[in-house]
């Protein structure tokens, strides 16, 4: 079996969904469970396009977790690099909707956020042989807010410079999962000078960067060849090499954003492993990777679950034919 085109590293967990819309954590009567978590939705994204990935975490020895991994080998994600900690339970997350669908984290029920199986992450265990036949590393921000999963990070960042792996960092701010926020900042900054690609939210990009102009993040950074800047119903921007644009947002009718902005990343690295270098030097082939991506990620909105709502590649053309 060849090796994983796309290594995902950090978190994969259930996000429970609230039921009832519109209501505040403790009004809510019922939740839903899906499985989620931004690398090991973009890894399942990519392999339903077509592009091969492996999922790099840790989950808890329990039921859920048993759960998450079965759902990877499933799809057809490879689950060599998944740890498993004895007694550290599987992250689940719980959510609320707004009326519109926007979610907002809402903690985890009586847990603190360090006690989850996946801030156990080993650096000493992550497959080297996995880095080797690979093209891109993608990993978030969160695991830098643990001590272990950030050493977990710093050995993934140091195998993919040895074996010519780009790494594309998801800034994927999430607040309630820091336990000292005010450090997040210069640790997701220093991770960044590492990345070949950057994918952030408009919020994120005036958050870090103090401006959403991806031209103006691009120039901040030695290392970067590519910013990518979503903006929900507002479209994205893009700087791509010495491609720039921008994009409106497909109309569709939203159910759900969860995992949107994981399917974005996973539509572009598909199109960024068609056509290599292209991407960064040719805009029209810049152009039709980040119009892939947007469908990717509108088309997820359309159904409920981040996983569960990911299209296939053939759906991506037939929507890309008809808008």
């Known amino acids: 079996m060849s090796s994983p085109r796309v290594l995902c590293l950090g978190e994969i967990l259930f996000d429970?969904?609230?039921?009832?819309?519109?209501?505040?954590v403790d009004q809510v009567e019922s939740w839903q469970a899906y499985p989620g978590g931004a690398p090991a939705n973009v890894a399942c994204g990519l392999v339903k396009l077509g592009t091969s990935a492996a999922f790099i975490g840790c989950v808890g020895q329990d039921a859920p977790g048993n759960e998450l991994v079965s759902l990877l080998n499933e799809i057809g994600v490879d689950t060599s690099g998944v740890q498993r900690h004895p007694t550290a339970p599987t992250r689940q997350v719980y959510v609320t909707r707004t009326a519109s669908g926007e979610r907002q984290f809402a903690g985890f029920g009586n847990m603190a956020t360090d006690k989850f199986a996946?801030?156990?992450?080993?650096?000493?265990?992550?497959p080297e042989s996995l880095f080797i036949g690979a093209d891109y590393l993608v990993t978030g921000t969160l695991e830098l807010a643990y001590p272990a999963s950030q050493k977990a990070i710093d050995?993934?960042?140091?195998?993919?410079?040895?074996?010519?792996?780009?790494?594309?960092?998801?800034?994927?701010w999430?607040?309630?999962?820091?336990?000292?926020?005010?450090?997040?900042?210069?640790l997701i900054l220093d991770l960044l000078k590492q990345a070949a690609l950057i994918k952030c939210s408009d919020e994120e990009a005036q958050w870090l960067f103090k401006t959403d102009n991806p031209e103006e993040i691009y120039q901040?950074?030695?290392?970067v060849k590519g910013v990518l800047v979503t903006?929900?119903?507002?479209?994205?921007?893009?700087?791509l090499g010495k491609s720039t644009g921008k994009l409106a947002v497909f109309p569709v009718k939203v159910i759900d954003t969860t995992g949107a902005g994981d399917s974005f990343v996973a539509g572009f690295l598909h199109q960024c492993c068609l056509n290599?270098?292209?991407?960064?030097?040719?805009?029209?082939?810049?152009?039709?990777?980040?119009?892939?991506?947007?469908?990717?990620g509108a088309l997820t909105t359309t159904k409920p679950g981040a996983i569960a709502a990911q299209p296939t590649?053939?759906?991506?053309?037939d929507f890309l034919e008809h808008n």
């Not at 050995?155 to 994927?172: S, W």
């Not at 901040?220 to 290392?223: R, V, Y």
């Not at 960064?280 to 152009?287: C, G």
């Not at 590649?313 to 053309?317: L, P, T, V």
């Open 16 to 24: 429970l969904l609230a039921d009832q819309p519109d209501r505040n």
């Open 118 to 126: 996946d801030t156990r992450l080993s650096a000493e265990k992550l």
């Open 155 to 172: 050995r993934a960042l140091e195998l993919a410079k040895k074996h010519g792996v780009k790494v594309l960092v998801d800034i994927n």
């Open 174 to 186: 999430r607040p309630v999962f820091w336990l000292e926020q005010n450090l997040a900042p210069s």
């Open 220 to 223: 901040q950074f030695d290392s």
């Open 231 to 239: 903006g929900g119903e507002k479209g994205c921007s893009y700087c």
């Open 276 to 296: 290599g270098e292209q991407i960064f030097v040719d805009e029209k082939t810049s152009y039709f990777a980040v119009k892939y991506a947007s469908a990717a």
């Open 313 to 317: 590649a053939q759906e991506i053309n």
